[in-house]
């Protein structure tokens, strides 16, 4: 029987050791998560998880076959969880998606793919200042999820499989890992976000640079709405800032999350200039349920991406700190899609896994 680390307690590394236990009940004798953060964190804007807007919304584009793959086995899971187990604090709402239409149509919208799919009517695009001749919008089933309570969640059901989780300083290199457990794991999951990359610099190092951070700012409100809204383009009205968008997000257990934007390239906690205040209008001139506007919270937080998009693939690395090989899957470089996409990931995860653990249980 063999014995696995997972590198990381963020939604991508929860969900990869929980598919792992269940997948290979009888090929894994211990499975250990080590990481400098677990849930209910909020030390680190860099540790995605926590800040994330946790919905479904592909983000894959249509050539994009394998994320699409992930996106749909995650979506259909997420619906499974939100009726069949209320401890996931998964909750089922109806989402405006309302696009440029000078974009191509969705993949999700062209295979009519997510529930209770329809259009938004040219009026109602023009009550929420939209222009119909310029945008198109849909309404769909998707969820909303809480993170600190799901990731909660996903580590209670860790427990239960008796999972061995320790609280680490970041590492510069994942053979570090070996001193921090005293043995050589049978196989590492690399789920360590914005330092995915970085910790390969000796053993992979075309990989140390392609990780980058995506700024993002968010509010968060006390007031309640029975949908989410997601505007991807905005009219020019707005005076939106360069990257900036429209997702207003209910959370399970009341109030919503207002955002925001995808900065790329920066890292710093820095707010940038006069987003809150953009965020606040722009909310409030597509969104007249939200004329009452009362601010609890702001943040800005940093989702980490990769050149090239997540890499999910099996490496066998010859140690130079240590003797023999080390077996790694990794998982990191999702972006914004960490959520949307995990068990789907979790799931290629298990695939790869299996050259090592065998064959599924």
Known sequence: MSKVLVLGAGVSGLTSALSLIETFPDSIKELTIISSEFPG?????????????????????????????RDKFTYLKFL????????????K??????????KETPWFIKENFVKDLTKITPEELR????DPDKFVGWQFTTVSISPNLYNNFLLSQLKTHNVITKRIQ??????EVIDILGYTPDLVIN???????????????????????VKGQILQIYEDLPFQIMGDDLPTADIPLEDEFLNIFPRPEGGCIVGGIMRANDGSRNEIDGLFDNIERIAKRHVPELQKFTVFNKYVAIRNARKGG??????????????GNLNVVHN????????QSSFGSAKQVCELSTGVLGKKT
């Open 93 to 102: 709402f109806p989402v405006k998606h309302i696009a440029s239409k000078e």
């Open 80 to 91: 499974e969880l939100s009726e069949r187990d209320p401890r996931t604090q998964i909750k």
């Open 332 to 339: 990191y470089g999702i972006g914004g899609s960490g959520y």
């Open 127 to 130: 009550e929420r200042n939209f």
């Open 191 to 213: 789920c360590s976000g914005i330092n995915g990359g970085k910790i390969l610099s000796e053993l992979d190092p075309e990989e140390a640079d392609k990780v980058y951070p």
């Open 170 to 175: 970041r590492i510069e290199h994942i053979e």
């Open 310 to 323: 997540v890499r999910i693939e099996f490496s066998n690395y010859v140690m130079k700190s240590h003797k």
């Open 41 to 69: 964190d909020y030390h680190s804007h860099d540790f995605a998880s926590p800040w994330a807007g946790a919905n479904w919304c592909s983000f894959a584009s249509n050539s994009d076959k394998y994320q699409i793959i």
